[in-house]
């Protein structure tokens, strides 16, 4: 009887700690799957989907860049002028490189952030927006990925722009864009390895 009682007593121990571990693992929220860059045989980037529900870092209005942003800003040029309007530009990282930056400082190998521009517009189709601007149609998807093992190599990080459907979704993968055109000035000007950390306060800005 002793030894039917232990028995009893061991195995509703075991299914105890069973039903514990199967609730541990129920309330764990589900991981989601690593973000990285994919590209196909020709060496193309392929664009990322979900990404807007990356984290989000930061966002601008028209921005234009100086030709030479070594010289002195001209005296009594406004740096902007909110009259012009412009491009909205919205800006994303995946999760994995955010809270890696985050803890460390560094942007991690892979990296991508992607660049979301959208036609600024100031009248809304019901008619109720009596003044500002807001994002109309998507004109434009660009991406920057740090990735040491991209095809080609070369600089740690490269530039895609894919070209927009009829519904203003990404048509085709991107190839990289020359090194010359866009890494040489991030490298110089943006504050954090590549990146525009400057304009982004997710990134920039203590939480």
Same mark, same amino acid.
């Given at each position: 009887?002793?030894?039917?009682?232990?028995?009893?007593?061991?195995?509703?121990?075991?299914?105890?700690?069973?039903?514990?571990?199967?609730?541990?693992?129920?309330?764990?929220?589900?991981?989601?799957?690593?973000?990285?860059?994919? &590209?196909?045989?020709? =060496? $193309?980037?392929?664009? #990322?989907?979900?990404?807007?529900?990356? !984290? /989000?870092? @930061?966002?601008?209005?028209?921005?234009?860049?100086?030709?030479?942003?070594?010289?002195?800003?001209?005296?009594?040029?406004?740096?902007?002028?909110?009259?012009?309007?412009?491009?909205?530009?919205?800006?994303?990282?995946?999760?994995?490189?955010?809270?890696? &930056?985050?803890?460390? =400082? $560094?942007?991690?190998? #892979?990296?991508?952030?992607?660049?979301? !521009? /959208?036609? @600024?517009?100031?009248?809304?189709?019901?008619?109720?927006?009596?003044?500002?601007?807001?994002?109309?149609?998507?004109?434009?998807?660009?991406?920057?990925?740090?990735?040491?093992?991209?095809?080609?190599?070369?600089?740690?990080?490269?530039?895609?722009?894919?070209?927009?459907?009829?519904?203003?979704?990404?048509?085709?993968?991107?190839?990289?864009?020359?090194?010359?055109?866009?890494?040489?000035?991030?490298?110089?000007?943006?504050?954090?390895?590549?990146?525009?950390?400057?304009?982004?306060?997710?990134?920039?800005?203590?939480?």
């Amino acid at each position: 009887m002793r030894t039917i009682r232990r028995s009893c007593i061991a195995t509703a121990m075991v299914s105890a700690a069973a039903v514990i571990a199967l609730g541990a693992l129920r309330a764990e929220p589900p991981s989601s799957a690593a973000t990285k860059p994919s &590209y196909n045989a020709n =060496g $193309e980037l392929v664009a #990322p989907e979900g990404f807007r529900s990356w !984290v /989000f870092v @930061g966002a601008d209005l028209g921005p234009s860049y100086r030709s030479n942003p070594d010289e002195p800003a001209k005296q009594g040029k406004p740096a902007h002028d909110a009259t012009i309007g412009g491009n909205f530009h919205n800006v994303y990282i995946n999760p994995e490189s955010y809270r890696a &930056y985050r803890e460390t =400082g $560094e942007f991690p190998d #892979p990296t991508m952030l992607v660049l979301e !521009v /959208f036609r @600024g517009e100031t009248r809304d189709a019901k008619g109720v927006l009596e003044r500002g601007w807001f994002e109309g149609k998507r004109v434009g998807v660009e991406v920057a990925v740090k990735d040491k093992n991209r095809p080609g190599g070369g600089v740690p990080w490269a530039y895609y722009d894919f070209r927009l459907d009829d519904k203003s979704k990404p048509s085709t993968p991107a190839q990289a864009k020359p090194d010359a055109s866009c890494y040489q000035c991030h490298l110089k000007h943006a504050s954090v390895d590549n990146v525009w950390v400057q304009f982004y306060p997710t990134l920039r800005d203590p939480e």
